[in-house]
């Protein structure tokens, strides 16, 4: 299971070369792009100052293939729904299937992204894939208040 880091900034979505999932040709290696299981869509949450230590959720997702490249890994982000992960805030990154974070956590990037306390903020998640720094596939979006 991975842990919750921010990497110190936010990852321009644009600047990864990111693939959609499909095939590079019809005889080509077919690419799979990860699918999120956890959090499932339309989740809402209740971000409270003193619960900061709890375990806001485990997010979860099948593994990636990019055409048999190992080792693959995965970088977790959130961004402002409807955002088209302009300016994506990275939740962390692992090698596994998994992400543990936490309410105060998720709570201090939000408000240092400028989301208002008090205030339910629309964001969506999803999973980018990688492998030896070539290009990657993302997850679908899932929506979460």
Not at 9 to 28: E, I, M, N, R, V
Not at 50 to 68: F, N
Not at 104 to 131: C, H, K, P, W, Y
């Amino acid at each position: 299971m991975g842990s919750c880091g921010d990497d110190g900034g936010s990852d321009a979505g644009p600047d990864l070369g990111l693939d959609d999932g499909g095939a590079d040709d019809a005889s080509g290696p077919q690419l799979v792009a990860p699918a999120i299981s956890s959090p499932e869509p339309g989740r809402s949450y209740v971000l409270v100052e003193a619960e900061s230590e709890q375990v806001m959720e485990v997010i979860e997702w099948s593994a990636a293939d990019l055409a048999g490249a190992t080792p693959v890994s995965y970088r977790v982000q959130i961004d402002v729904a409807g955002d088209l992960f302009a300016s994506p805030t990275t939740l962390g990154e692992t090698d596994g299937l998994s992400l543990s974070v936490t309410v105060g956590f998720v709570n201090g990037l939000l408000l240092g992204r400028g989301s208002s306390a008090d205030v339910a903020a629309a964001l969506e998640l999803r999973i980018v894939a990688t492998s030896g720094g070539g290009a990657g596939l993302i997850s679908s979006s899932v929506p979460l208040t």
